[in-house]
């Protein structure tokens, strides 16, 4: 009996690796940043903006969707009116960066395993707070040395923060009935 179960064991697992493997090799890979991004919610040409950029790819349409921001490219994903199906979320990794202003073209990481800076004194894509990603934890500590901030994982951004205005007026706004949604 305890073969038997050795190799139920034994095969559950190499089932398991299988469908883990097969996750990660059915996850398109990232589309090069070109002229012709143009931002989903701002309408404008995600080059025109400085910090980290972010792009979706849903599951049946095989082209990117561009955002401006990181931290819109978040927002994608807690909209409930936007679709579900994403087959993967990139963005910038500012850690392989030229510079704030040049975040790159083509180094992309995946959003769920990147570790993000939250309220750093910098502003990204449409002069909003930016929730800035990166590859690596020493990186993004060594933009906190720079910039301040705090470091969160992709599961812990908070809903507040991203789908804020990311500033003061966000309490006078709620105040008057209006709210900012640039």
């Not at 934890?137 to 923060?161: C, H, M």
Request: glycine residues 8%; negative net charge.
């Amino acid at each position: 009996m305890k073969p038997v179960r050795f190799a139920l064991i034994v095969a559950a697992s190499l089932v398991l690796i299988a469908c883990e493997n097969k996750e990660q090799a059915e996850m398109p890979a990232p589309y090069t940043l070109t002229q012709d991004a143009m931002g989903r919610y701002c309408g404008m040409n995600v080059l025109e903006h400085a910090g980290p950029k972010g792009q979706i790819i849903l599951e049946k349409i095989p082209e990117a969707i561009w955002f401006s921001s990181a931290r819109d490219t978040v927002a994608f994903t807690m909209l409930p009116d936007e679709p579900k199906e994403i087959a993967a979320i990139y963005v910038s990794d500012m850690g392989k960066a030229p510079s704030w202003e040049e975040p790159g073209a083509d180094n992309w990481v995946d959003a769920r395993k990147a570790v993000f800076v939250i309220d750093s004194r910098l502003r990204g894509g449409m002069g909003a707070e930016e929730a800035v990603p990166f590859s690596s934890e020493e990186a993004a500590k060594a933009f906190i040395a720079k910039n301040g901030g705090r470091i969160v994982r992709f599961t812990d951004l908070p809903e507040s923060y991203i789908l804020g205005t990311g500033d003061e007026s966000d309490d006078n706004a709620a105040a008057s009935g209006e709210h900012d949604h640039g």
